[in-house]
């Protein structure tokens, strides 16, 4: 196109011409369909709250993370996500081992915090939505977290591997996690998973 | 200057609440006479608490362990009935079924064996110190008053309360400073004031009661057994000044008790400040 052309065309079907190029290019270096397995260690799980009445935002993690992904065609897309509720981690002792106990997690009875997808819809522009049943505290309930497709290529031995990364907001009390509210932290929590998956 | 909006919720679940719906109960059902009044003030006390505190979670069918508390203080009043019989080998039975309520929401993570464990060790404990408070206690409701055995309950639910807001679970530390409470006003206030005799049962149901608190604390709550234990060992301040062959003078056992209380106190300020405290 040259550049007189240009200039006279529209300003949003220049838009809409950017948004396909770049469509295509994000279709060029889709995911490679397959089993995969979370990697634990490149993989986090991330909460945040608002602590004290919501004066500050706090951020803790998990470590210990595992599960399945098989990534294709939305109808056979699904995630399976697993964390050990023991793998809290705040960088403070004392913290943990409260967030552990019944007054929060209660972790000894309720050990793991688990995410089973139901339906996964992907734009080319690898943003979508992964609706499923998060299962925290002994409870389960639907929860519907966005999605985004970060990347792929091959891992140091040669393993096919893809990132994603999924948030999302819960109440806290909806899973009978209600003590403390809201001086302590508030109820709605932020959800964030870093997850990078290696192909089976 | 400490936060008002979070110490003045504290103070009406955990001191107010108790001690008045143990006070009220004392006067309503004149004590004076019978010996089933104040284990049921006690027990009252403490629900009352447990209902203050823990109404915005708790759910029926029980989903978590400390929802099953109001089957355990059922369970506790069973001291009275146990008591009443004179038949002091049924005390471990009871604290047997008291320790499986607490415990059994753990066994799909911890295992039957170290279940089965946990319930005898604390069941033989429980049973130990039952024992223990239940001979220093007066046998009829209108024998002179003695004010260790409720002293000694005092002392050692409010250690443990304090200790497990510092270091474990605030939850449970305030259900263990009720019960401290509501045995204080059940078993000390002057007898002019509130009628009613700390015997026996009442000795009993509040030592389940601060056994299964103590329980939930170090089965959920990574309480160490050995703070368990140490609190445990306060209620030996009584037996062993009666070995000296002498009226146990109450002082001297209270002060006795106080060593391995302010010792659990102390470790628990020092596992919090270890910590970094937050």
Not at chain 1, 25 to 38: L, T, V
Not at chain 2, 173 to 193: D, E, F, K, S
């Amino acid at each position: 196109m040259n550049k007189a052309l240009l200039s006279r065309l529209p300003l949003s079907s220049l838009a809409l011409a950017s948004l396909l190029a770049a469509g295509a290019a994000h279709a060029d270096n889709a995911f490679p369909a397959g089993n995969y397995k979370i990697d634990p260690v490149h993989s986090v799980a991330y909460f945040e709250v608002g602590h004290a009445g919501g004066i500050s935002r706090f951020m803790g993690r998990f470590n210990d993370m595992s599960g399945d992904l098989v990534v294709g065609a939305p109808e056979k897309s699904r995630i399976k996500v697993d964390v050990k509720v023991d793998s809290v981690d705040t960088r403070n002792e004392g913290l943990d081992k409260h967030l552990k106990s019944p007054d929060f997690f209660n972790a000894v009875q309720f050990p793991t915090l688990s995410f089973v997808s139901t339906a996964v819809t992907l734009s080319p522009m690898g943003e979508g939505m992964v609706a499923g049943n998060l299962t925290l505290h002994g409870v389960t309930k639907p929860v519907t977290f966005k999605l985004r497709e970060v990347g792929t290529g091959s891992g140091p031995k040669g393993d096919t591997r893809v990132g994603y990364v999924a948030s999302s907001t819960i109440k806290r009390s909806d899973f009978g996690m209600s003590y403390g509210i809201p001086k302590a932290t508030t109820d709605e929590v932020d959800l964030r998973i870093n997850i990078e998956a290696v192909k089976q | 200057m400490p936060d008002s909006s979070f110490i003045f919720p504290l103070l009406l679940q955990s001191l107010l609440i108790p001690a008045a719906v143990c006070g009220a109960l004392l006067l309503m059902f004149n004590a004076s006479h019978r010996a089933w009044p104040v284990p049921v003030a006690i027990a009252a006390g403490l629900l009352a608490s447990y209902l203050a505190t823990y109404h915005a979670q708790w759910s029926f069918p029980p989903h978590q362990a400390l929802d099953w508390m109001p089957l355990v203080l059922l369970l506790a009043l069973g001291a009275i009935g146990v008591e009443r019989s004179g038949r002091p080998l049924l005390r471990l039975p009871l604290a047997l079924l008291v320790a499986a309520v607490v415990a059994w929401p753990a066994l799909g993570s911890a295992g039957i064996a170290k279940i089965l464990l946990s319930i005898a060790s604390i069941a033989l404990l429980m049973t130990a110190c039952w024992s223990a408070l239940a001979q220093a206690a007066p046998r009829r409701p209108t024998a002179p008053r003695r004010p260790t055995p409720p002293l000694l309950l005092a002392m050692v639910a409010g250690g443990a309360g304090l200790a497990l807001m510092i270091d474990a679970s605030q939850l449970i530390g305030q259900l263990c400073g009720a019960l401290g409470i509501a045995a204080g006003v059940a078993g000390l206030l002057p007898r002019r004031r509130l009628p009613g005799n700390f015997g026996p049962a009442a000795a009993g149901v509040a030592v389940l009661l601060l056994g299964a608190l103590l329980a939930y604390a170090h089965i959920y709550a990574s309480f160490g057994l050995g703070l368990v234990l140490l609190l445990a060992a306060a209620f030996l301040a009584d037996p062993l000044m009666a070995l000296r062959r002498q009226p146990a003078a109450w002082l001297a056992s209270a002060v006795l008790a106080a060593l391995p209380v302010m010792a659990v106190v102390g470790l628990a300020v020092k596992a919090m400040q270890d910590s970094g405290g937050y």
